[in-house]
């Protein structure tokens, strides 16, 4: 089992052998210092997100430390919805896209939830971004305008995920723009 530790609000897996493998597995984190790493043949500590280390702890893929104790799922959860808006929703989302093949990492440099790939980092760029809303949640048309005119801009597909957490469902909603 693969030990993460929590460091103030980050999530490390200090062994680098150990964060290698969880990198090639699934493009799972960030090295330490290397913001677009090429391989998984880097030496430093990978810096997982703390939605990720839900994910690969569910999947018994890690287990993940505070102040020298194990975490249980339920406690991390717990701690990811304290420190993480929208956890809930954004979890439903993650793990759904992951199930169904795709590498998600964070999109805020895309204003979105998730950048979303079919191959992975560094091996194509990111095809969709991802904004996560509720059923509940309005958007306008503004909204759609102004995230499908950055997504176009950056050669991306803007896509609504609707997270019903009530029921555990995701529902997709993808934009394409073309002139007329």
């Not at 609000?9 to 200090?14: G, K, L, N, Q, S």
């Not at 990720?52 to 959860?77: F, N, P, Q, T």
Request: hydrophobic share 40%.
């Amino acid at each position: 089992m693969i030990r993460a530790e929590v460091v103030q609000d980050t999530i490390i897996v200090w062994d680098i052998e150990d964060g290698r493998e969880l990198y090639r597995e699934g493009f799972y984190g960030k090295p330490l210092g290397i913001p677009k790493p090429k391989t998984a043949d880097f030496d430093a500590p990978l810096i997982l997100d703390i939605i990720e280390a839900v994910y690969l702890a569910e999947k018994g893929r890690i287990e993940v430390y505070r102040d020298g104790r194990r975490l249980s799922l339920e406690e991390l959860m717990e701690y990811a919805e304290e420190n993480y808006e929208r956890f809930r929703e954004r979890y439903l989302v993650y793990r759904d896209l992951r199930e169904r093949g795709f590498t998600v990492t964070p999109g805020i440099k895309f204003g979105s939830d998730f950048a979303v790939y079919k191959l992975g980092p560094g091996l194509e760029h990111a095809p969709f971004i991802v904004q996560v809303k509720t059923p509940s949640e309005n958007i306008s048309a503004l909204e759609i305008v102004r995230s499908g005119r950055l997504a176009t801009t950056v050669r991306k597909h803007f896509t609504i995920a609707v997270a019903d957490s009530s029921s555990g469902k995701v529902k997709y909603l993808l934009f394409e723009w073309w002139r007329a």
